[in-house]
């Protein structure tokens, strides 16, 4: 009898990731998505047709040869794998769980032009969650694996480079201070907090992104030879002044933008109403969701409104479905399709129970006698032509108020960089937005020695887009560093700039 013939690649359906079933994670925290099996993950690698010209690879904002570890996987070599991956990527267990690959990566691979693409960002995971189970340790193999590809990124060279203070340990921090330790620089990432990881520990939920996975992508960075401080405020316990004066010759800032914005109507101020970051700070950095094991209650109320529309907000709203509310709502002034949101999210949201209230604005929250929120007004919106976004327009619609009856108001409304770290930093431009100024190529500021990427730059974006800015301020800094007769060349941005 003749051999069934193999489907050609093209014919093999893309494969889903196991999932928890909505009913059973919507009261739990633990990650919802449950990762490749072996198998699903031999048949996803077998998608990829290995393109002679890439562009998944332009695609990704730390050009993480993609092919190549893919490739790895078709032959069986995890190992492989896992080095072609680390020899990019400083943070994959992460980066595979968190990053926008649909509009990235996957946006651009030829089999989503007919169909769906390769699941790119779950082989990602599926790799880094191998290698970590298995203990490899891979930085000895990255040069090896550089010199069989004809590359020149960063390298282990011997130790004795510059003293380079990294300040803030996200993920451009992170990403930086593993690059310049590749370098052969001697660096020491500064955090503020008592736990490092910044965005990613204090502000994506467990369900989302096991600690334990940040941790151990944050011991890799160290056993690059990168020094880690904590409970270290630069502003207040030290500032940019104080590291030079001890002796640091660069800096790269990337504290990231955790200055909560609000709306600014009446009845803000009640007691109920929490800014998104307090709120997924206390639940997760501070462990709110295991009280009383830890010692942070988080009140919640039996009905709870997030306001916005972003990953941020979903994130708000699931795990106030978890902490025990009986009814979630996001309230968005935009439609679905203006939901900046990955839909990915916005879907586990949804299957979860989460309400939307789409064209929808909050315009007063209502206290009762003991100054908590018992409510809150909203008024029905409509699309106008397209704003400065590229989004249209939302208006209110005159004569719709309404009255929502919540006890919870969380405001998910995006977040600015905080003023304190510019404390005793003269030459430091920043926009009106409160952003550093910064070249967007080589992430320099218009302060000698001093480079900044991330969102502290850009504003709240995503995690890869902050990688990739402090992968490149790393080559930059190294470049500088080693070139004695450097100059430096940034000029203000007049037109955005505050003195």
């Known amino acids: 009898m003749a051999e069934a013939k193999k489907p050609k690649r093209e014919k093999i359906p893309r494969q889903e990731m196991p999932r928890q079933a909505p009913k059973v994670r919507r009261r739990n ?27 998944c690879i332009e695609g990704c904002p730390v050009e993480v040869d993609i092919p190549a570890f893919i490739l790895k996987l078709q032959e069986g070599d995890l190992a492989g794998a896992a080095v072609a991956l680390y020899a990019d990527n400083n943070l994959p267990a992460i980066c595979g769980r968190v990053c926008p690959q649909e509009t990235q990566c996957e946006a651009v691979c030829v089999l989503g032009k007919k169909g769906e693409p390769v699941a790119i960002g779950r082989l990602e995971r599926y790799v880094a969650d191998w290698k970590m189970s298995q203990g490899m340790e891979v930085p000895d193999y990255v040069a090896d694996w550089r010199i069989s590809q ?41 955090e503020a907090l ?78 109920g109403v929490y800014s998104a970051n307090e709120f997924l700070t206390r639940v997760n950095l501070m462990k709110g969701y295991l009280f009383p094991e830890w010692d942070t209650p988080v009140r919640i109320g039996r009905r709870v409104a997030v306001v916005g529309g972003g ?26 399709e203006e939901m900046p949101a990955r839909a990915e999210e916005a879907e586990n ?34 699309l106008g032509e397209p704003d400065a976004s590229g989004r249209r327009r939302p208006i209110p619609i005159e ?44 992430g320099r500021t218009t302060r000698e020695a001093v480079w900044a990427g991330g969102d502290i730059v850009t504003g709240a974006a995503t995690v890869i887009s902050a990688m990739g800015a402090g992968k490149a301020a ?3 800094m190294d470049r500088y560093l080693r070139d004695e007769t450097a100059t430096w060349v940034l000029e203000p941005e007049e037109e955005d700039a505050e003195a």
């Open 29 to 55: 925290f633990n990650e919802v998505a449950l990762g490749y099996t072996p198998e699903l993950m031999m048949l996803e690698a077998k998608r990829c047709l290995q393109c002679k010209k890439p562009k």
């Open 150 to 190: 004809g590359t020149e990124a960063p390298e282990m060279r011997p130790p004795g480079g510059k003293r380079v203070a990294v300040v803030g340990s996200g993920p451009a921090g992170l990403t930086c201070a593993a690059d310049l330790a590749r370098y052969g620089h001697q660096v020491t990432m500064l």
């Open 194 to 271: 008592h736990a490092p990881g910044g965005v990613l520990i204090y502000g994506i939920p467990e369900f989302r992104l096991p600690k334990a996975t940040v941790h151990a992508e944050v011991e890799y960075v160290k056993s690059l030879g990168v020094e880690l401080i904590l409970n270290c405020v630069i502003g207040k316990t030290l500032t940019l002044d104080d590291l030079f004066n001890d002796g640091y010759e660069a800096v790269f800032l990337g504290t990231g933008a955790g200055l909560p914005m609000f709306m600014n109507i009446p009845g803000e101020n009640y007691n």
């Open 311 to 336: 990953n941020v907000a979903m994130d708000a709203a699931r795990c106030s479905l978890r902490l025990g509310a009986d009814e979630v709502f996001i309230v968005y002034r935009r439609s679905r």
């Open 349 to 382: 949201a949804e299957e979860e129970g989460i309400i939307f209230h789409l064209l929808t604005n909050p315009v007063e929250i209502y206290g009762d006698d003991n100054g908590r929120v018992r409510s809150m007004k909203c008024i029905q919106m409509e």
């Open 399 to 442: 004569g719709s108020e309404f009255d929502m009856d919540v006890d919870t108001v969380i405001m998910a409304l995006g977040t600015r960089p905080n003023p304190m770290v510019f404390t005793d930093a003269g030459g430091l431009e920043r926009t009106r937005w409160g952003t550093v100024v910064a070249d967007e190529t080589t």
């Open 474 to 476: 790393a080559a930059d």
